[in-house]
């Protein structure tokens, strides 16, 4: 008998659990894994709380030994389009710590789990319309719906678009288009995203989540080690992308958000811009009946208490 044992890992049942609020997560009998984000199960609503939560996914399901593939997908028509304002408001009471643990560390460990801590290939389904679109475009395959409009929006609001999306851009899209879209916040239709390489195909709404399954079963045809090594050939570009450049990025769009009075809870919508109307089932706004001082002074006492 040996004088240790293996550190017990998740079960793929508590990794569910533990992630339910955020992600509807089920697997196949062969191991295929999809993650769906979600708000109490309508479209996503950005929160800090998500921004924390991707990147600990992606670790915990990308390194169980019962995961094959992950398919990565939001709700309906809308992938990141609106910031919960409750949520993020401890930006505003301690923007350096809220800006270093919750943005500049999570924001990070987003990508950084994604592509050097998952051991399987990775689908992304762009499902919606809006930005962060990112968080699929640099899984190893990635596909869209034929109706999406898709954006960088930092320069739109005054930032500095280092979080990760710059990477996705530049390496994926001509340096003279990455360049227009980063800084000019310009939308990109379904098409464009094909034609800039981007996506590898554009499929129609109604097939989208097929079409991913289609592609999930070819991969899975292929033995399970060589199908996983290659993977990490063909992921290796990514990983040195990360490693040359995130950090730097990352940090200087974290500066430039000291140079001006940004705050993410009350970052405008872009549903007007792309013509959405999502059929929420949380809260964007403030909670009714409150004010922003009110809500500041539950966050103080969330902070004291050491829960954000």
Same mark, same amino acid.
């Given at each position: 008998?040996?004088?240790?044992?293996?550190?017990?890992?998740?079960? /793929? %049942?508590?990794?569910?659990?533990?992630?339910? %609020?955020?992600?509807?997560?089920?697997?196949?009998?062969?191991?295929?894994?999809? *993650?769906?984000?979600?708000?109490?199960?309508?479209?996503?609503?950005?929160?800090?709380?998500?921004?924390?939560?991707? $990147?600990?996914?992606?670790?915990?399901?990308?390194?169980?030994?019962?995961?094959? #593939?992950?398919?990565?997908?939001?709700?309906?028509?809308?992938?990141?389009?609106?910031? %919960?304002?409750?949520?993020? #408001?401890?930006?505003?009471?301690?923007?350096?710590?809220?800006?270093?643990?919750?943005?500049?560390?999570? $924001?990070?460990?987003?990508?950084?789990?994604?592509?050097?801590?998952?051991?399987?290939?990775?689908?992304?389904?762009?499902?919606?319309?809006?930005?962060?679109?990112?968080?699929?475009?640099?899984?190893? /395959?990635?596909?869209?719906?034929?109706?999406?409009?898709?954006?960088?929006?930092?320069?739109?609001?005054?930032?500095?678009?280092?979080?990760?999306?710059?990477?996705?851009?530049?390496?994926?899209? @001509? @340096?003279?288009?990455?360049?227009?879209?980063?800084?000019?916040?310009?939308?990109?239709?379904?098409?464009?995203?094909?034609?800039?390489?981007?996506?590898?195909?554009? *499929?129609?709404?109604?097939?989208?989540?097929?079409?991913?399954? %289609?592609?999930?079963?070819? #991969?899975?045809?292929?033995?399970?080690?060589?199908?996983?090594?290659?993977?990490?050939? *063909?992921?290796?570009?990514?990983?040195?992308?990360?490693?040359?450049?995130?950090?730097?990025?990352?940090?200087?769009?974290?500066?430039?958000? /000291?140079?001006?009075?940004?705050?993410?809870? /009350?970052?405008?919508?872009?549903?007007?811009?792309?013509?959405?109307?999502?059929?929420?089932?949380?809260?964007?706004?403030?909670?009714?009946?409150?004010?922003?001082?009110?809500?500041?002074?539950?966050?103080?006492?969330?902070?004291?208490? $050491?829960?954000?």
């Amino acid at each position: 008998m040996t004088n240790t044992s293996f550190v017990k890992w998740p079960t /793929f %049942e508590q990794i569910q659990e533990m992630f339910a %609020e955020l992600f509807h997560i089920t697997r196949r009998d062969d191991g295929v894994v999809t *993650v769906q984000m979600h708000c109490n199960d309508g479209p996503l609503i950005w929160s800090m709380e998500m921004h924390d939560a991707i $990147g600990k996914m992606w670790r915990m399901l990308g390194t169980d030994r019962d995961t094959e #593939l992950i398919i990565f997908t939001g709700t309906d028509d809308v992938w990141v389009t609106d910031f %919960e304002a409750e949520s993020w #408001l401890a930006e505003t009471l301690d923007p350096a710590g809220t800006r270093y643990e919750h943005m500049f560390i999570d $924001g990070r460990r987003m990508l950084i789990a994604q592509i050097h801590d998952v051991e399987v290939p990775t689908l992304g389904v762009l499902s919606g319309s809006g930005g962060h679109s990112e968080l699929a475009l640099m899984c190893d /395959f990635a596909i869209a719906a034929d109706d999406l409009k898709v954006l960088d929006p930092h320069v739109l609001v005054g930032n500095v678009p280092g979080d990760g999306i710059h990477s996705c851009f530049m390496r994926l899209m @001509p @340096p003279r288009m990455a360049a227009w879209y980063l800084m000019t916040g310009e939308v990109m239709t379904s098409e464009q995203l094909l034609q800039y390489g981007l996506v590898s195909e554009i *499929v129609p709404r109604n097939r989208l989540m097929d079409r991913a399954y %289609e592609i999930a079963d070819l #991969l899975m045809k292929q033995p399970r080690v060589m199908r996983r090594l290659s993977t990490q050939i *063909v992921r290796r570009p990514w990983k040195q992308q990360i490693v040359d450049d995130l950090d730097m990025a990352f940090g200087t769009e974290m500066f430039g958000m /000291f140079t001006d009075d940004q705050a993410h809870s /009350f970052m405008p919508s872009m549903n007007q811009l792309l013509g959405l109307d999502p059929d929420y089932k949380g809260n964007t706004g403030l909670p009714a009946g409150e004010t922003r001082e009110s809500m500041q002074e539950k966050i103080r006492q969330r902070i004291a208490a $050491g829960e954000v």
